[in-house]
């Protein structure tokens, strides 16, 4: 699948990033020369969300959940900043509740959930439950993916699969 500019169009970053991002998906197959394409593209747009997301994706799905990992948690960190989101989780759980369908608070507990599935695949299963746990009782709708990985991750593992 070959990528191009109006596949993009509407990404707020300069074009020379778009051509970075069309190039790493068009070199989807060559990792090692997407993977330049798209660090490139994370220096020129800075804290843009669009590019971080999709870095984050890239990453992800080239097996590389480390790099994966520090995306997501760049992302959070933006949000909350832009958003002037607590810390304590008691503090931010309202206001993401009874903000979970603006968009930028939908991308963070996207972020968290998915920051939550990687804790689980790297073995830092306690985290990751944490984090899977509260995203769960957020996510009436099930839309992150968290609450299956809570209850793979919480699952007896002597109850049957029925």
């Known amino acids: 699948m070959v990528v191009n500019q109006n596949q993009l169009s509407w990404y707020e970053v300069s074009e020379d990033v778009k051509t970075l991002l069309i190039l790493a998906s068009n070199n989807w197959e060559n ?3 997407a993977e330049q394409y798209i660090c490139e593209a994370l220096n020129r747009a800075e804290n843009n969300l669009d590019v971080l997301t999709g ?39 309202p206001i993401l509740v009874s903000r979970q369908y603006d968009s930028p608070i939908r991308l963070y507990l996207n972020a968290y959930a998915a920051q939550g599935f990687i804790l689980a695949k790297l073995g830092q299963l306690e985290k990751a439950k944490l984090i899977t746990k509260r995203v769960k009782e957020i996510d009436k709708n099930r839309e992150f993916c968290a609450t299956t990985v809570f209850e793979i991750l919480t699952k007896n593992p002597d109850e049957d699969d029925d």
């Open 31 to 33: 990792t090692i020369l």
């Open 55 to 93: 870095a984050y994706r890239f990453f992800f799905y080239k097996k590389k959940p480390e790099i994966a990992l520090e995306i997501a948690k760049k992302i959070l960190k933006i949000i909350q900043e832009t958003e002037n989101l607590p810390l304590q989780w008691e503090q931010l759980k």
